[in-house]
């Protein structure tokens, strides 16, 4: 685990809307932690925010536009993608427009202001989306797919494929985020010259221009219909018979590809966690990107908390012969078997239930189940090596409950589970007193869970 992050300070952009052609302001603020990616717009009464979650998500018609009621921003996700990459967690986005601006269409301008104002780290831990297993969405239709598989770090795969002569196969990626700002940040959004007539009848890139899209002649027409096109831009007309790249020299052979990265990234950061996990995405776009984000934060919502990762191959944090220095529980009463994580407010514990406990004599003869108050004690056991591994002379400490809410019990335990304890201290302890939230887990899922609320005495 780690800490959650926000910027040091404020900072703003200034440029044109890619689809209003409105002049925007866009400044980051820093925020508190907990706080999440909101977005605020400033010209409208009240200043209304929207989080930047995958639930919010309307429309993903050349962009990914977030909605709240009859408030939207578009084109959000250059912004948010740089975010991600930069680990930042919390941080407060203010707009004067019903978009945020193009600018050169990459995400340059956003990694180059928050390199230059720095970032905090903050007290609270960073919340992961842990992928267990193999993801996989995909759109028949249009041959898009994305696969998300279990990795211990984050990676982005992209393929992307079109039936022009100019653009066609290309392939990109990422396997550390650390590379963001020099790989993939300046990669520019891009457009066919095809596709431009048909969004300019849509009422849409009425800011688009050779200076923010990389721009793709691939399919030759007449002289006198690409001036008609370059008048309705206001730009040059150029030789209609040369195919190419109108906008310049690429900033990356595989520049479209790399584009194509960045938007993946920006979406999928609307889950609102960071993740575990390796993408590989073939012919993406912002729909299926926002559907996936979409179908991962409804898995999220069905349960308050992720189950924790356990690999049993690494040695414990705290085993049980540390356990037994710190906790004056003894057979058949001490219920945690080691300690996997522990932070300054989160403590990860284990117990291994056998059919040889001693409960299960009499709990039941015939349905052995794990009495609910026996998880309750082993959270709360859990918990109280929380708060005694960070005293000094901790043996002479002990831990008594002063009141247990709200105890919910999901699903039997029964032998030969491997029950996980996630305890969590909100705030830091006051006059001796702690106040935690615990989750017990099965197979990743919440089988119990109840809050706590403790005194630390010393032994006489």
């Given at each position: 685990?780690?800490?959650?992050?926000?910027?040091?300070?404020?900072?703003?952009?200034?440029?044109k809307?890619?689809?209003?052609?409105?002049?925007?302001?866009?400044?980051f603020?820093?925020?508190?932690?907990?706080?999440?990616?909101?977005?605020?717009?400033?010209?409208?009464?009240?200043?209304?925010?929207?989080?930047?979650l995958?639930?919010?998500?309307?429309?993903?018609?050349?962009?990914?536009?977030?909605?709240?009621?009859?408030?939207?921003?578009?084109?959000?996700e250059?912004?948010?993608?740089?975010?991600?990459?930069?680990?930042?967690?919390?941080?407060?986005?203010?707009?004067?427009?019903?978009?945020?601006?193009?600018l050169?269409?990459?995400?340059?301008?956003?990694?180059e202001?928050?390199?230059?104002?720095?970032?905090?780290?903050?007290?609270?831990?960073?919340?992961?989306f842990?992928?267990?297993?193999?993801?996989?969405?995909?759109?028949?239709?249009?041959?898009?797919?994305?696969?998300?598989?279990?990795?211990?770090?984050?990676?982005?795969?992209?393929h992307?494929?079109?039936?022009?002569?100019v653009?066609?196969?290309?392939?990109?990626?990422?396997?550390?985020?650390a590379?963001?700002?020099?790989?993939?940040?300046?990669?520019?959004?891009?457009?066919?010259?095809?596709?431009?007539?048909?969004l300019?009848?849509?009422?849409?890139?009425?800011g688009?221009?050779?200076?923010?899209?990389?721009?793709?002649?691939?399919?030759?027409?007449p002289?006198?219909?690409?001036?008609?096109?370059a008048?309705?831009?206001?730009?040059?007309?150029?030789?209609?018979?040369?195919?190419?790249?109108?906008?310049?020299?690429?900033?990356?052979?595989?520049?479209?590809?790399?584009?194509?990265?960045?938007?993946?990234?920006?979406?999928?950061?609307?889950?609102?966690?960071?993740?575990?996990?390796k993408?590989?995405?073939?012919?993406?776009?912002?729909?299926?990107?926002?559907?996936?984000?979409?179908?991962?934060?409804?898995?999220?919502?069905?349960?308050?908390?992720?189950?924790?990762?356990?690999?049993?191959?690494?040695?414990?944090?705290?085993d049980?012969n540390?356990?037994r220095?710190?906790?004056?529980?003894?057979?058949?009463?001490?219920?945690?078997?080691?300690?996997?994580?522990?932070?300054?407010?989160?403590?990860?514990?284990?117990?291994?239930?056998?059919?040889?406990?001693?409960?299960?004599?009499?709990?039941?003869?015939?349905?052995?189940?794990?009495?609910?108050?026996?998880?309750v004690?082993?959270m709360?056991?859990?918990?109280?090596?929380?708060?005694?591994?960070?005293?000094e002379?901790?043996?002479?400490?002990s831990?008594?409950?002063?009141?247990i809410?709200?105890?919910?019990?999901?699903?039997?335990?029964?032998?030969?589970?491997?029950?996980?304890?996630?305890?969590?201290?909100?705030?830091?302890?006051?006059?001796?007193?702690?106040?935690?939230?615990?989750?017990a887990?099965?197979?990743?899922?919440?089988?119990?869970?109840a809050?706590?609320?403790?005194?630390?005495?010393?032994?006489?």
């Open positions: 685990m780690s800490k959650q992050k926000t910027i040091k300070q404020s900072f703003s952009l200034q440029g809307g890619l689809h209003t052609g409105l002049d925007i302001t866009l400044t603020v820093p925020a508190p932690q907990n706080h999440g990616i909101k977005i605020k717009r400033v010209d409208l009464d009240e200043n209304p925010l929207i989080d930047a995958a639930e919010n998500v309307t429309h993903t018609m050349r962009g990914t536009v977030l909605q709240k009621g009859d408030i939207q921003v578009s084109t959000v250059h912004a948010l993608a740089t975010l991600y990459a930069f680990g930042i967690d919390n941080c407060m986005l203010e707009v004067n427009a019903p978009e945020f601006p193009i050169d269409g990459s995400a340059k301008f956003y990694v202001k928050i390199q230059e104002v720095g970032i905090e780290m903050q007290s609270a831990e960073k919340d992961y842990i992928v267990r297993k193999k993801i996989e969405y995909s759109i028949p239709e249009t041959g898009a797919k994305i696969t998300i598989l279990p990795d211990d770090t984050f990676s982005v795969d992209v992307i494929g079109f039936k022009s002569p653009l066609g196969n290309q392939f990109a990626s990422l396997d550390d985020l590379d963001f700002a020099t790989e993939i940040a300046s990669a520019r959004t891009f457009v066919f010259v095809r596709e431009i007539e048909p300019i009848n849509m009422n849409l890139i009425k688009g221009d050779l200076k923010n899209a990389v721009v793709i002649y691939d399919e030759i027409m002289q006198e219909n690409m001036d008609i096109l008048q309705k831009l206001h730009q040059t007309s150029i030789d209609a018979t040369k195919p190419g790249y109108l906008s310049g020299a690429l900033n990356f052979e595989n520049e479209p590809a790399r584009h194509k990265l960045l938007d993946v990234i920006g979406d999928l950061s609307l889950i609102g966690k960071p993740i575990k996990g993408v590989i995405a073939r012919y993406p776009g912002h729909k299926i990107n926002t559907d996936l984000a979409k179908i991962i934060r409804k898995e999220l919502k069905k349960q308050e908390i992720q189950s924790p990762y356990y690999d049993d191959t690494v040695a414990p944090v705290l049980v540390a356990i220095k710190l906790l004056p529980h003894r057979w058949p009463f001490l219920m945690v078997d080691k300690v996997i994580e522990k932070h300054d407010n989160v403590i990860i514990g284990v117990k291994n239930v056998t059919v040889n406990e001693t409960f299960f004599m009499g709990h039941f003869p015939d349905e052995p189940v794990m009495p609910g108050v026996l998880l004690e082993a709360a056991q859990t918990g109280g090596l929380l708060v005694l591994h960070g005293l002379d901790a043996e002479k400490y831990t008594y409950f002063l009141k809410d709200n105890v919910k019990f999901r699903q039997k335990v029964v032998p030969g589970d491997t029950v996980i304890f996630h305890l969590e201290m909100p705030e830091p302890m006051r006059r001796g007193c702690a106040i935690m939230k615990g989750h887990f099965v197979g990743g899922k919440v089988v119990a869970e809050e706590f609320m403790a005194q630390i005495v010393k032994n006489k």
